[in-house]
């Protein structure tokens, strides 16, 4: 029986430590600031990327991993028969899945690619599952299981406290974003179906409390919460609020707390956050 060796993309909020135990292999994606290329994981972080961000003198450029460094990847992994699979973030934010499923035609190895429908912690919750599977051997089938069982029981909640990065962007007419910033207007989204909704838009920090209170309660009515990540772009208020409602609250739920990468925090600005769980019923 072939293992089966396990790939993501560099959206995905995995400790370097989940990495290297798990043997996970990152496709990183690159960032463009002011002219200048970076990489992910490599010559920038999550951590370095953020002061550059907000220093830039135009919103920075994501770009997706190109088709040939996919096919490397698969190709390296797969020379020992083993098959390859493949987790990304959702095709609405970005068009790396479809590389790598271009890249799986290509490659000579055996590779399954997967739109995981989230990104970021909620991306990581498959991830990780996958990865524990397979060094414990089980089948492709297997894993494709249990991670669509997470995928259906996984929720991510996103806050954006500002619209600018989303004009900039082009994801928003920008005499839209005036308006909504002048009122001071905050946004509380959320993913479902693999796509990015507003499920909650009012002014000020008080939308927001309200927000995630609906949030809170809804989890305190989920059965077996298995794991908690709190993500975003710079710390806040309202973010510091949460989390200790959330460490208050579910105390005995592991909460990974970090700066998200560099796609998310391009996207939706200063002050943004996500808030991401998962379940694990009967």
């Given at each position: ?115 995981s429908q989230s990104t970021d912690r909620g991306l990581a ?158």
């Open positions: 029986m072939a293992n089966v060796k396990i790939v993501t993309d560099s959206s995905a909020q995995l400790t370097d430590e989940e990495i290297n135990q798990y043997q996970i292999t990152v496709v990183p994606l690159t960032v463009m600031i002011d002219e200048t290329v970076y990489v992910e994981r490599e010559t920038i972080t999550n951590k370095t990327f953020i002061p550059k961000m907000l220093a830039a003198k135009a919103l920075p450029k994501t770009s997706q991993p190109p088709v040939g460094k996919f096919i490397e990847v698969f190709n390296q992994l797969g020379e020992d028969g083993s098959q390859v699979l493949c987790l990304n973030m959702l095709a609405a934010i970005s068009g790396t899945v479809h590389a790598a499923e271009q890249a799986a035609t290509l490659s000579t190895s055996d590779v399954t690619v997967i739109d919750f498959q991830v990780l599952a996958a990865a524990k599977l397979a060094q414990q051997g089980a089948d492709l089938s297997t894993i494709i299981d249990q991670i669509t069982k997470i995928r259906a029981n996984t929720r991510l909640y996103l806050c954006v406290m500002t619209l600018d990065n989303i004009v900039k962007g082009g994801r928003l007419h920008p005499v839209a974003g005036a308006i909504t910033n002048f009122l001071n207007i905050k946004l509380g989204l959320q993913v479902t179906d693999g796509k990015l909704k507003i499920v909650s838009k009012g002014r000020g920090d008080k939308s927001l409390r309200k927000f995630f209170g609906r949030i809170i309660s809804e989890m305190k009515q989920t059965p077996a919460l298995r794991e908690i990540g709190i993500s975003y772009v710079t710390e806040t208020k309202i973010l510091k609020e949460t989390v200790t409602k959330l460490r208050e609250n579910f105390s005995e739920v592991p909460l990974l707390y970090q700066i998200t990468s560099p796609i998310i925090a391009t996207h939706t600005g200063e002050g943004a956050f996500a808030l991401i769980y998962y379940s694990d019923p009967e």
